[in-house]
């Protein structure tokens, strides 16, 4: 069955720090994961697809299938990254299956 | 101006009865979902559509139902069988086929049982 997992609830690190946020997938097919974002007061949104390998708001996240990994990074994390992220796996015709989240908090 | 909408934004029933909240796009997206979100438990699939007269369950489908009988709209109604309603909950839309540029999520309803 598929699964995401996010390992961290909560993630904080001061500003300019890199950032890195988890994500590892459970699945039996061909992946295609993706990247929301939640800032506060805003609805979630798309933040990034693995398949159009983009940096976006200068995160990235590289498919790693050996490790069953999708972890986004980021080299300087600014204030307004603060959000919640959740890491979301396609499986099926258009079904996706989201982790838990993680509360990313960037101090100034 | 192209997107989602959910409504009402807060809601409260009482134990017993049944409710729906309402969810329109008019993105002209094929695929249509309901997700339910709980604290520290993410977002679950309660229902999707994939197309006009046609859903699926998801994985937390019980005390839930849905219709799909225009594109555009895809109502989700929380039955009395559902025996823990009060959560926050999303509708979301996407193309549903071609090039996968993800969901488009609405603001969401809170659902408070009282």
């Known amino acids: 069955a598929q699964r995401v997992t996010q390992p961290e609830k909560l993630l904080s690190v001061f500003k300019g720090a890199p950032v890195e946020l988890k994500c590892n997938y459970s699945y039996s097919g061909s992946p295609e994961l993706f990247w929301y974002v939640q800032y506060s007061r805003q609805r979630l949104q798309l933040l990034l697809r693995h398949i159009s390998r983009e940096s976006i708001k200068g995160f990235t996240a590289d498919l790693n299938k050996g490790e069953t990994s999708f972890h986004l990074k980021k080299p300087f994390a600014q204030e307004e990254d603060s959000a919640m992220y959740y890491c979301?796996?396609?499986?099926?015709?258009?079904?996706?299956?989201f982790g838990t989240g993680t509360r990313l908090t960037v101090i100034p | 101006d192209g997107g989602i909408t959910q409504s009402p934004k807060y809601l409260f029933r009482k134990e017993g009865q049944n409710v729906t909240l309402s969810c329109e796009q008019n993105l002209n997206h094929d695929a249509m979902y309901w997700y339910r979100q709980d604290p520290g438990q993410g977002l679950r699939l309660i229902y999707y559509s994939q197309i006009v007269n046609d859903f699926q369950k998801g994985d937390i489908a019980e005390g839930y139902s849905v219709s799909r009988e225009k594109k555009e709209s895809f109502p989700l109604t929380v039955t009395s069988a559902q025996k823990n309603p009060t959560a926050f909950y999303l509708c979301?839309?996407?193309?549903?086929?071609?090039?996968?540029?993800?969901?488009?999520f609405g603001s969401g309803t809170r659902l408070t049982v009282v």
């Open positions: 979301a796996l396609k499986a099926g015709a258009n079904n996706l299956f």
């Open positions: 979301a839309s996407s193309i549903g086929q071609g090039i996968d540029y993800g969901y488009t």
